[in-house]
């Protein structure tokens, strides 16, 4: 089984007033935030309680977020960044590092995919996870205590996690797949276009006709994917 869900972040003034939260469905979401924060470092620590409250269930996660800094630095930068002790290509230190080391951490053994999916154009998971999130940082504005939301719960019938064997330091990274829309990678002072090493994301520019195109969109949709997805299934 996998669970979905989706997280979000949201900050007043962006930096101010910021909130996270993450929703699977009405009787799984959480909530939190602070008094002054980033609209990054709520998106990070909404995935990172996600990843949190689901540790003790065996089940594969899968996380919608409309983020992409979020799942380029978790699926394709963060390798770079580790091996160059959490520093960038061009040798500064990397934002918000702590939650990002968390994150990596919280992944270990975990089965866990990401999902690009379009803020504020009605996704069931993320609008819920968004309203939830804007709340809690807009009750942080007002000094008040933000909806935290009643947590995780394993459903009935599923099975706990299995407990790990310790994790050496050489031990694989978690799984994490990106999935893209149409749009051509944005560019970003994060990556490097050469070289790219063989366990990062590469970008790649693919012209079709409009024939070719026609094909591609139609298989995506048979699949429920995106394009580039359906592409890259492909490859």
Partial sequence: MRITAA????????????????????????????????????????VLELLRATAPTDEALEIACDSRYVIDSVTKWMPGWKRKGWRKADGKPVMNVDIMQAIDEAMAGRDVRFTWVKGHAGHPLNEAADARANGAAQAFQRGDEPQRGPGFAPLPGTAPAAAAPAASATAGAARATPVVDDALWASDDELALFPQADDEMVPVEVLLSPEEYARLKARASAWDVSPAEALRRLV
């Fill in 7 to 46: 997280a979000d972040g949201s900050a007043l003034g962006n930096p101010g007033p910021m909130g996270w939260a993450w929703y699977i469905d009405e009787t799984r979401w959480a909530a939190g935030g602070a008094r002054h924060g980033t609209n990054n470092q709520g998106e990070l620590q909404a």
